[in-house]
């Protein structure tokens, strides 16, 4: 599950698994998000920017990469009708821009991050029904560096989709379980491939006081060729384990679709993986640790036929401040990229030459203010 950004944590349980609302005014809320960082990468002194990498692209600089306001009412069985309206800007958004097939619009778009409306459905436990720019039922990590253990995001969150154009429908069975189908535009959601809708689908499932499941699935044609021989299939799959002080999360996700070519068919395959775990050393302190990978031997999704892998180790000091909160990172990470076209940057006599491992080091900063 991509994590909710306004309960302002990347273990926050999903939202219909919940318990009812149980006054007005807790249904409103508000506030706003800042997100500041220095990156030092190891191999050079210059600014040069990350290779392959949807967020957090600049290194060697200061950077504003995001900035965000909401405005939220929650839908509940007293209230039924919901909606979501927020705005971000940032370096960050640059990376949510297809570098082709572009949708007519995108340049006021990628500037929303929720633009949608929800209606609480009365029947049995509640099916709630949403439509409009929402937040990507894929992945566990969020756009919103504060609701992450890391401040850098892993390679299958870049890879898999942030913000979704859509509607969907999501009900419980129970407290334990639910369940969420939706009708969607692109993968990319700024990007416009053909006309046909694609299809995504979610079980979550809460197996215990400390464990959860969720299983996510998206398919549909992200092609010209539409015919569901060309559709891409992915699939996302997490394991949460919760504890007092320390949580663990294992995200496990492939992908497969057929290209059409003038010089033939291929079938390209992409795959990662990424482990999650956040320690709540005492007081403001957390550490997290995230090993991971990310294979993607045809290009179809990082654009260089490559085998990534990285380890991210986490410092973090995070204070409420009022109605807001404070939070201070340091972050050590390693990223090696192997195969026919993989490396990163490094400046040379003349431009840039690629080389196969990165460190990096990161200093960041954010606030966040949220009312209700």
Partial sequence: MKARWWLGGAVAALPWLQGPVSAEEDLWSAGLYVDLAYAEAF????????????????????SPNLGMFYLRKQAS????WGWELAGQAGYDTDGQVP??????GYSVLRYLSRANVTYRVPVG?????????MNSFIGFESFYAKDNFNYT????????????LGVGARYPFGER???GFYLLSDYDYLAH???QPKYGAQLAWTLGSEWQLTQNLFLGPEQSDTAPAFWRYF????????????????AYDVGTERLRAEAGQRQTLWMGSALFTRWHLGGPWSLAVRPEFYWDPDGRLTGARQLLHAVTVTLEYRVPVGSGTVGLRAEYRYDNSTGKEGGFFQPRAGGLELIPTQQAFFISGWFSYDVR
């Fill in 193 to 195: 491939r053909n006309n």
């Fill in 125 to 133: 436990n509640g099916l709630t029904l949403t439509g409009g720019l």
């Fill in 177 to 179: 379980l639910a369940v």
């Fill in 99 to 104: 570098a082709r097939e572009r949708l007519p």
């Fill in 153 to 164: 995001r892993s390679w299958i969150a870049d890879y898999s989709p942030y913000f979704l």
């Fill in 235 to 250: 699939s996302d799959t997490i394991l949460q384990w919760s504890g007092q002080a320390l949580t663990v999360a294992l």
């Fill in 43 to 62: 191999q050079t002194g210059r600014r040069i920017p990350w290779r392959s990498k949807a967020t957090t692209q600049r290194l060697n600089q200061f």
């Fill in 77 to 80: 069985a007293a209230s039924p």
